[in-house]
């Protein structure tokens, strides 16, 4: 038996769909620096993520960095050439992307509940602060989390921060999430476990990481209906 006191959620592509708003953007991004210069040849989706990740540590995560770093590197790529007109669309891609709607992922209301109902849990999302407020609000979910910890970065002080809080061990928390990198890997580096759940789509920062393929604290399901059981495997001693 483990003796498992606290379940964290991811929000973003694990509770509600994300990435393929900011995929759809990078195609509206690409349409209109391609008037400028050809795509392939520039590599600009590429270009695009070298940005976004020499900006993170100063715009963050989120819609609101992802879009000051298109501007950044349109001017780039172009040389300056980019008219104001198309830097006023990419600042409209940004802003239609901050108001997405909020798809919940099928079955996961009822598999939060389901384990709310046996464990505390917490939600531990990252990103704009404003912006996932806002998406928190319009899921409908909130009721579900009697704690919600929006924070800038997801590495091991984040989690151990949360963890003293809670005044509990890693090895009592298990993190639900999508991303090796951000909700799985911090926890169990700590001592903690983790349920990977993935999305359809993961952006090119988050498929870094540095856990072994078949890590002994990490169990992973295919959907939200598999969650609850997955938890109870982990606490039962049936994983690890």
């Keep these: 038996m483990h003796d498992i006191r606290l379940v964290g959620f991811d929000g973003d592509d694990t509770l509600?769909?994300?990435?393929?708003?900011?995929?759809?953007?990078?195609?509206?991004?690409?349409?209109?620096?391609g008037r400028y210069i050809d795509l392939h040849d520039a590599g600009t989706l590429r270009h695009l993520l070298e940005v976004e990740r020499r900006n993170l540590e100063v715009f963050g995560y989120g819609v609101k960095g992802m879009t000051l770093s298109m501007i950044e590197a349109a001017i780039e790529l172009t040389e300056g050439r980019i008219a104001a007109r198309d830097l006023q669309k990419v600042v409209e891609i940004g802003r239609a992307t901050l108001?997405?709607?909020?798809?919940?992922?099928?079955?996961?209301?009822?598999?939060?509940?389901?384990?709310?109902?046996?464990?505390?849990?917490?939600?531990?999302?990252?990103?704009?602060?404003?912006?996932?407020?806002?998406k928190i609000a319009a899921s409908g979910l909130a009721d579900l989390f009697p704690r919600i910890e929006i924070v800038s970065e997801k590495d091991?002080?984040?989690?151990?921060?949360?963890?003293?809080?809670?005044?509990?061990?890693?090895?009592?928390?298990?993190?639900i999430g999508n991303s090796l990198r951000s909700d799985i890997e911090p926890v169990v580096r700590l001592g903690g476990w983790g349920v990977h759940v993935p999305y359809a789509i993961t952006w090119a920062h988050e498929a870094e990481h540095g856990l072994a393929e078949a890590h002994p604290r990490v169990l992973a399901v295919e959907a939200a209906p598999q969650l609850p059981e997955a938890v109870r495997r982990i606490a039962s001693g049936a994983a690890g």
């Design 99 to 134: 108001q997405h709607p909020v798809d919940l992922l099928d079955g996961i209301r009822e598999a939060v509940a389901e384990i709310a109902a046996q464990w505390p849990v917490v939600l531990v999302t990252k990103g704009d602060l404003f912006h996932q407020e806002a």
């Design 16 to 33: 509600w769909r994300s990435e393929d708003y900011y995929r759809s953007a990078e195609k509206r991004y690409e349409e209109i620096i």
């Design 156 to 175: 091991p002080p984040t989690y151990a921060r949360v963890l003293s809080e809670f005044g509990i061990d890693a090895s009592q928390f298990v993190m």
